[in-house]
């Protein structure tokens, strides 16, 4: 491990060395991606550091008592010692995380998709309530959203509505939310009250930049028509809303939320390469799969992943058995929690069968 961590310190010494020449900080591209990767390396060497010196001092102390005639240097140096030791295996887990390999994809933005399932209206609404519940936890992180495209139900909610979220490490965080959510109330609709389970499937798109996926223009087909629901009378009078068709594949991406067709294209040709995107990702996401027990973070859309249990109060993760008794907060965007858990499972397996 020491080895690696030295090679990991003299390239962010040369990165750094690379950041005060001109050459570099006149390209800005390049003075971009030399900052990105300093930074990510930076956790790294202050724990490098860390661990060097309570190496150094481990080896000072068992000197110390090795070679010192002084019982009362002796025995400072006896307390220190097991101090250090203690830490030590603590330090080097942690070292041993940030050492697994980062998925590239983690830094991009991401599209949320988020459709109705088995239920009816109650999916419709449920999807709803999802929506809310995202959208609350990317204000939470200072992320922006834009709704790109929705389908609203007919008692509420939404049968399908599409959102891109911007910022910091979106699709690295989100992409755990991957799968069928489920859900267990009793419906507005249900006069004898008796508790239904509905379904809504999210998906989690890491967003592809143009250099991703090359779209060959003459292969998508352009259909424009006008907006429905919400949007205004502006949207709805005009043919503004786009839907578009890669015709070799058979994927389709609409766009009705912008004022203008041609927001309304830029959108949906954004979507539409993302999901191209998604369709190579899928399969490498799928290869991983097979090595994991637990269905983490791998994009599969009918893994039921998710139960929310209004009448218990409770919300229970399948792939990592984790229950929580705090619904409400949940569904107010509270889901560090479960994130931060997930992420530490994932982790935990990539470590196991990295063997770092």
């Given at each position: 491990m020491l080895d690696k961590l030295e090679q990991i310190y003299f390239r962010y010494k040369d990165l750094e060395s690379q950041l005060s020449d001109p050459g570099v900080v006149g390209d800005m591209q390049r003075f971009k991606k030399t900052s990105k990767e300093y930074k990510d390396l930076e956790p790294i060497v202050e724990a490098y550091e860390q661990y060097k010196n309570l190496l150094s001092n481990i080896t000072f102390n068992r000197q110390v008592l090795n070679e010192e005639k002084d019982e009362e240097m002796r025995e400072m140096a006896k307390v220190e010692l097991e101090e250090q030791q203690a830490a030590l295996p603590a330090l080097e887990d942690r070292i041993r995380f940030l050492l697994i390999p980062?998925?590239?994809?983690?830094?991009?933005?991401?599209?949320?998709e988020i459709r109705a399932g088995t239920g009816g209206d109650e999916a419709s609404i449920f999807a709803g309530d999802l929506l809310r519940m995202y959208l609350k936890y990317c204000e939470d992180r200072g992320w922006s959203t834009?709704?790109?495209?929705?389908?609203?139900?007919?008692?509420?909610?939404?049968k399908e509505v599409v959102v891109e979220v911007a910022g910091e490490g979106v699709y690295g965080v989100l992409k755990y939310e991957s799968g069928v959510h489920r859900v267990q109330r009793v419906p507005e609709t249900e006069s004898q009250g008796r508790?239904?389970?509905?379904?809504?499937?999210?998906?989690?798109?890491p967003e592809a930049d143009e250099v991703d996926v090359e779209l060959n223009m003459t292969d998508i087909k352009k259909d424009v028509?006008?907006?429905?629901?919400?949007?205004?009378q502006h949207v709805n009078k005009t043919e503004s809303a786009v839907r578009l068709t890669h015709l070799p594949t058979g994927t389709v991406a609409e766009c009705q939320d912008g004022r203008s067709q041609h927001k309304n294209y830029e959108s949906a040709l954004k979507v539409l390469r993302t999901r191209l995107y998604e369709k190579a990702l899928a399969e490498h996401n799928a290869a991983i799969a097979k090595q994991r027990k637990t269905l983490v973070s791998t994009g599969d859309r009918s893994a039921k992943i998710r139960t929310y249990n209004y009448p218990q109060g409770r919300v229970t993760d399948h792939r990592i058995n984790l229950t929580l008794y705090n619904l409400g907060d949940i569904m107010n965007g509270d889901l560090q929690e479960i994130i931060d858990k997930l992420n530490f499972e994932e982790n935990?397996?990539?470590?196991?069968?990295?063997?770092i």
């Open positions: 980062k998925d590239p994809e983690d830094d991009k933005n991401a599209i949320l834009e709704i790109m495209n929705e389908n609203s139900g007919t008692a509420g909610g939404f508790v239904h389970t509905s379904a809504a499937s999210v998906a989690i798109l028509y006008r907006a429905s629901g919400a949007g205004g935990a397996e990539k470590l196991k069968l990295g063997g």
